[in-house]
């Protein structure tokens, strides 16, 4: 199946006065947004693209929605650039993509350098352009989108997302969780990664109107739970710890059905906290490879299954592999593998990287994890992110959440620190919450009280907040980096 076509013309042609497009105090029908695309189409024809990707250097709003199906409306791969990133990083992605334009948000201000690479416009000089009177010309369409995965050595790897694989995810979640004709799904995830790309992909695939946010605003999204504003959202660990921290005891709004919590499992005690709170947590598993959600425990199965990312959604499967190449049993510890529709067709220009990640028709994630006796994804940590201590296997995941379960501690990171006896011991790194604090030594009782001697941190480092990317994701090679600095200091 290669779905063809233009999803927002044909969404338009079903639906054209439903609410599609929400952002600030503007919204838009689909049909309205249609015709904003059909707009920004002609001016992009205007410049006369060749069939090679275009590079986006956007924030949430409602001009960029309308550029990327204008592109897409072109069947022009679009390639997401990270505003974070430095002009060295654009650099790499902008030649390794051959992208053959950078168009940027007016508010980033691009060194010369970088136009001296690339032909760069911004959004407001894309705006005058005259439009074109030739008919839209649309090129053979595949490939949907280019995300670079922020690997852990080395370069980026660019992550080709097809058609096939965005339609196939939003199959696939809305079988797992339903599809109302009346949802309204809030953005708040940054739509140049996975989370938000995908949510407007299955905007304009359901008939659901999106409310977009420029950034998450904790007490903004609140009044929205609340006032029935929306039915679902997306959200990573430290969006849902806000969001309990500004509730009360104010409840959300019955309409609202669908919490979707990805990035890395919650901490235990923030999963009971929702519980009581009656708030619908779906606890996912899914990367940039997979045009994000794969597997999702759904509410039913939460209470007893705390710490799980659920089973894979119906068009997908899941098997551990253990160190021998071999599939594991329930419960043994290994390599997550893959496979499914919404699985990346693979890496531009890394064939040794494919050869690699793609086994027997599987995509080995470098993720590790078990499955249980009744199929439940557990994810423990990145292959990468293992810390060996005297020949026995820590898995931060593991520290952490027994940290993150002190009323005291509101977030934490655990690493590997070297260490001349035992090769790697565990350091770690928390953020104290507002309720109260608590001294080094009697943190390191509490785990002594909870975990294998082993895995108690040696070290523990007080932080006001840990270092995450774009998408919120933990950076631990941050962390890393101070401990080797504090090393070659002393």
Known sequence: MNPTGHWLTKRASL????????????????????????????????????????????????????????????GLTVVMLNPRLKIPEWHFQL??????????????????????????????????LPLSTKAVQEYERDTCSIMYTSGTTGQPKGVKQTYENHFTSAVGSALNIGLNPDDSWICAVP????????????????????????????????????????????????????????????TYHERFRCMLLGGGPAAGHVVQECFQAGIPVFQTYGM??????????????SRRKIGSSGKPLFLNEIKIIDSDHKKSGPNEIGEIA?????VTTGYIN???????????????????????????????????????SGGENIYPAEIEAVLSSHPSIEEAAVVGKKDSIWGE??????????????????????????????KVPKT????????????????????????????EDH
């Open 95 to 128: 030649a390794d993509s051959e992208a053959q334009l950078l168009i940027a948000d007016d508010r980033f201000e691009l060194h010369t350098d970088l136009k001296d690479v690339i032909k760069v416009l911004t959004i407001d000089a894309l705006e005058q």
């Open 425 to 454: 011991v565990p350091a770690a790194f928390v953020v104290q919450s507002t309720s109260g604090q608590i001294k080094k030594s009697a943190l390191t009782e509490y785990c002594l009280d909870r975990l294998a001697g082993y």
């Open 288 to 301: 940039t490879e997979t045009s994000s959600q794969f597997a999702t425990l759904i509410p039913e199965d």
């Open 338 to 342: 893959v496979k499914g529709p919404n």
């Open 350 to 388: 890394r064939p040794s990287a494919n050869r690699e990640a793609f086994q027997d028709d599987w995509f080995y994630t470098g993720d590790i994890g078990y499955l249980d006796e009744e199929g439940f994804l557990f994810v423990l940590d990145r292959r990468s992110d293992l810390i060996i």
């Open 460 to 487: 523990i480092y007080f932080m006001d907040k840990l270092p995450r990317n774009a998408s919120n994701k933990l950076l631990r090679r941050e962390l890393k980096k101070k401990l080797e600095a504090e090393h």
């Open 15 to 74: 639906t054209p006065n439903r609410l599609a497009l929400r952002f600030e105090e503007e919204s838009w029908t689909f049909g309205e947004l249609l015709d904003e695309t059909n707009s920004m189409a002609k001016k992009l024809q205007s410049l006369q693209l060749v069939n090679k990707p275009v590079a986006l250097l956007i924030q949430n709003t409602a001009r960029a929605v309308i550029l990327i199906h204008a592109l897409q409306k072109l």
């Open 191 to 250: 739509i140049f990664h996975i989370s938000g790309y995908s949510i407007l992909m299955r905007s304009v695939i359901y008939g659901n109107n999106v409310t977009l946010y420029e950034k998450f605003d904790e007490k903004s999204v609140h009044q929205d739970l609340v006032q029935g504003n929306a039915t679902m959202i997306s959200v990573v660990a430290t969006m849902l710890t806000r969001l309990l921290a500004v509730r009360g005891n104010e």
